[in-house]
């Protein structure tokens, strides 16, 4: 175990290195790897196929690598929108061509395994950052019926492959804790059940070593930030029918961590998680691992919100309220390119004492009020951009009036509202589903507002709001 926590380290504080640069964010797109793809058919080490052809007739790549007798597949962003670990992979193709102090540990892993990878099983739907396909089909609900050209050609692969193990690549909701902390679920993984009874047979038991393997190596990094996803069958499912058809398969989801928008911290943990696992495999050290480390491992709770301020008074109807309010924020893609905005929601209010915050605020005994609409109109939105905002949140304002027919933006990148018609009724009224646009206030002063979700501190000038929207 010391050597592979040396390993690990290792790629840790050398990750920089073998980080693919051309990918900077989560909504890459085909043509982002395309160019990666045709590198590596230039190189002697790598053999490149098309397995096949989405809907719209993009290529879905395999991609070997090895000469071991042990195989392992790998497939990622079967959901469209789900390409952290479609990244972590162009990382570990530099890693497994790069030439340094590393060099034995390649050589004796791809002399004991053959590597197979298919990034992107679903590039119709990475093009507009969503989860289904063009047909708006879950692909990952396919593996039995066969109904989309991506399932079709990714359980042929397997067929063809019968690969040892296999690693079932996915993102999910950030609102993950790691059991029921404050800790948000960086990293989950899961040695699917292959049955309703959740039987473990050597298949699945193989799967969870590994697991157990990676969660101690990474537990260093991330101590507590690691789950077990849900072990629920599902007959419908890749990864469930694979680890019934012989081979032993694990399921990575990548999680949130504060601050980490473009997942780039858990890109890095998927390379080091995968190449410890390779390693695992290849030297056949998971057969040394109990599967009470598996079983420790904690499973997922969605206890967490984006923002919970704790304890906040609220007057309506003549009656004082005290109360916690949680808010979760959504991004929404813009004209299916590269950018989005975020779209925020009070999630839930009242005793919010079992969950967490990424942003976790105690103001008990401060007031909470509606957001307000300035009276002043403006003509442009550079008039709006020469305003001190600070100012007019001192006054309780998160919203302006714009009367330019010319400005139609999807949403505000200013940190302030806009109201485009003049007679658009404002929520006057906190409760769940609405856009939480707020003002809290101490002593009848405003303290902090909070725009689209967002907080920021009036009196120190601290915090950011990413956007505001469009009311109309």
């Known amino acids: 175990m010391a050597q592979d926590i040396e390993f690990a380290n290792n790629l840790y504080y050398n990750y920089q290195t073998y980080k693919e640069s051309s990918l900077k964010n989560r909504r890459i797109k085909h043509k982002d790897i395309a160019d990666l793809v045709e590198r590596l058919n230039n190189n002697q080490k790598y053999e490149v196929a098309i397995a096949g052809n989405s809907v719209e007739n993009r290529s879905i790549h395999l991609i070997k690598i090895g000469t071991g007798k042990t195989k392992i597949f790998l497939w990622s962003q079967l959901h469209g929108d ?18 340094d102090f590393l060099n034995d540990f390649r050589n004796n892993l791809l002399n004991n395994i053959t590597l197979y990878f298919m990034p992107m099983v679903n590039p119709d739907g990475a093009e507009v950052f969503q989860r289904r396909n063009k ?19 990714l359980r042929e692969t397997f067929e063809n492959l019968k690969a040892d193990f296999g690693f079932n690549l996915h993102d ?80 990575i989801e990548s999680g949130g961590w504060k601050d980490d928008t473009e997942k780039q911290f858990i890109r890095k943990l998927n390379f ?42 609220y007057i309506k109807n003549g009656l004082e309220y005290s109360f916690d309010l949680g808010i979760n924020r959504t991004e929404v893609n ?10 925020s929601a009070v999630e839930d209010l009242g005793d919010l004492s079992v969950f967490f915050g990424y942003e976790d605020y105690d103001f008990e005994g401060m007031e909470i009020l509606p957001g307000k609409t300035c009276p002043s109109q403006f003509s442009s939105i550079e008039e709006i951009k020469k305003l001190n905002l600070n100012d007019l949140y001192k006054e309780g304002y998160t919203n302006v009036i714009l009367n330019s027919p ?53 009196l120190n000038s601290v915090g950011e709001i990413k956007n505001g929207l469009i009311l109309q």
């Open 172 to 251: 999910q909701n950030l609102h993950y804790s790691a059991g029921h902390s404050f800790k948000s679920a960086a990293l989950s993984f899961l040695a699917p059940a292959h049955n309703y009874d959740k039987t473990i047979d050597i298949v699945r038991s193989n799967a969870m070593k590994v697991i157990g393997q990676m969660y101690r190596a990474l537990s260093s990094f991330i101590p507590g930030h690691i789950a077990k996803y849900s072990d629920d069958f599902e007959p419908r499912a890749f990864g469930d029918n694979f680890q019934k058809w012989g081979t032993s398969t694990i399921l």
């Open 334 to 343: 813009i004209n299916h390119s590269k950018d989005f905005y975020y779209k």
């Open 82 to 99: 789900e390409s952290t670990a479609t990244m972590a992979i162009f990382d570990i193709f530099n890693f497994l061509s790069a030439d």
């Open 272 to 313: 080091i998680a995968l190449l410890c696992a390779f390693k695992s495999i290849s030297e056949k050290s998971f057969n040394n691992e109990s599967l009470n480390t598996y079983d420790k491992i904690p499973f997922n709770k969605e206890d967490l919100m984006d923002l919970i301020i704790r304890r906040v008074k």
């Open 406 to 458: 010319n400005f139609n933006y999807e949403y505000c990148p200013m940190a302030i509202n806009i109201i485009k018609d003049q007679n658009y009724k404002l929520e006057n009224d906190i409760k769940t589903g609405v856009v939480p646009n707020f003002v809290l206030k101490k002593n009848k002063v405003v303290r902090y507002v909070i725009i689209n979700g967002f907080i920021y501190d009036v």
């Open 135 to 153: 047909f708006d089909i879950d692909i990952n609900r396919d593996a039995v019926s066969q109904q989309t050209p991506e399932g079709k050609v």
